[in-house]
């Protein structure tokens, strides 16, 4: 079939499956992952842009990044998921600058009546007490130390992180009362902190997972438009390990047909820049996040939107997100399988783990000055 029939038939597709959403003109939305702004689904009204025939649409300014501060009451969030490896995270922020369309938390901004689509990364919130609240909940009685984990939501090294530095804060906080923690992030702006988390990785408080998607600028322009360059990231995690922080790749997430062909090529660059870990999570499409993204393919990689689409839905019992424990991350099928082992052959190869590094949990020292009352007898 050719490239203009493979289109027709994509779009018809995309087109039956739910109602068409307009999309934003391509001047408001620049440097943005998304196309569509569909109201939230908790809403009890839905809006839609739509041409009035007047080109009122385009006479409409490029959208802007706007920051909006929460006082938040809590600031560790805690979760038994039995597929993941922490039980406890910390998110400073809420919303993505970095704008990947294929974020599976961009359905969490519904529940802040605003839309996973542009939304998500253009209007965010900042918790500018969480460095406060951190130390204050874990000056509690009887708190147990167990490893934080740092960008399991958004980004914590987003690009407003340059002004407000939330995660500085964190750490500083984490390496006063010596608690170990695991970030996740697509920005090299963690070389900033290089110098706290050099200090806890000496007593082994720290590891850094950066993830790399793809090493096409091109294609990583496009479906992370924001996050820092492929290089840079391979750039940070050669810094980082060079000053003694243990700092592994992760493919986060692979998308058949469009970056599972990168594999043993990310990771041959990943232990050229000094990792020593790897891990991998398949592309999730929960709720907005399948719309969003299938219409980013239909904008970018027509030619391949058939071809991804009924790859994913056959890691996925036929559907576009498959939501059980154990399958999310991995997904299953014949397809699926070949994926974990070109992963597990290639790191093994290279002589990459795929063990996660146990943290120190011994040290760990309340803090002292956290507010929390103390018993009077």
């Known amino acids: 079939m050719s490239a203009p029939l493979q289109f027709a ?33 908790f809403e009890p009204l839905s809006y839609e842009g739509f041409d009035d025939g007047w080109d009122s649409l385009e006479d409409l300014p490029p959208l802007k990044t706007e920051v909006q501060e ?38 969490s901004h519904a529940y802040m009546g605003l839309s996973p689509g542009l939304d998500f990364e253009t209007r965010l919130f900042a918790k500018p007490n969480a460095a406060q609240l951190l130390e204050r909940e874990l000056s509690k009685p009887g708190y147990i130390p167990r490893v934080i984990a740092i960008g399991t939501n958004t980004d914590p090294y987003q690009p407003l992180e340059r002004g407000y530095k939330l995660m500085r804060e964190i750490l500083e906080v984490l390496d006063n009362c010596s608690h170990p ?6 920005s090299a702006l963690v070389t900033r902190d290089i110098d706290i988390l050099a200090r806890m990785a000496e007593r082994n408080l720290v590891k850094v997972a950066l993830s790399v998607t793809t ?41 058949p047909a469009l970056t599972d062909s990168e ?34 393919l239909l904008r970018h990689c027509p ?36 994926i974990s082992k070109r992963y597990s052959l ?10 996660r590094k146990k943290l120190n949990l011994d040290d760990f020292r309340q803090p002292q000055k956290g507010g929390v009352q103390l018993d009077l007898f």
Request: with cysteine; charged share 30%; aromatic share 6%.
């Open 303 to 338: 030619d391949r939107y058939r071809h991804v689409m009924n790859l994913i839905r056959s890691m996925r019992g036929g559907k576009d997100y498959d939501a059980r424990w154990g399958d999310r991350m991995r997904g299953r099928g014949p397809y699926a399988v070949q």
């Open 215 to 255: 090493l096409d600028k091109k294609l990583c322009r496009a479906m992370e438009p924001r996050a820092s360059a492929p290089h840079k990231r391979l750039g940070a995690i050669k810094a980082l390990n060079e000053a003694g922080v243990p700092a592994l790749v992760m493919m986060a997430p692979i998308i």
């Open 9 to 41: 038939a994509a779009q018809h597709e995309a087109d039956n499956t739910e109602d068409s959403a307009p999309r934003l003109t391509e001047d408001r939305r620049r440097g943005r992952g998304s196309a569509l702004n569909k109201s939230g689904r």
């Open 181 to 186: 923690v695991a970030i996740v992030t697509k």
């Open 263 to 296: 594999i043993e090529s990310i990771l041959e660059a990943a232990t050229e820049h000094g990792a020593q870990e790897a891990a991998y999570v398949l592309l999730r499409l929960p709720l907005e996040v399948s719309e969003l993204f299938r219409d980013w």
């Open 346 to 355: 290639a790191a093994k190869r290279l002589g990459l783990s795929l063990r």
């Open 70 to 107: 929460e006082r938040a009451r809590t600031i560790i969030t805690r979760n038994s998921s039995p597929d993941l490896s922490f039980d406890r995270s910390i998110n400073p922020y809420r919303g993505c600058e970095h704008g990947c369309v294929y974020c599976f938390a961009r359905p």
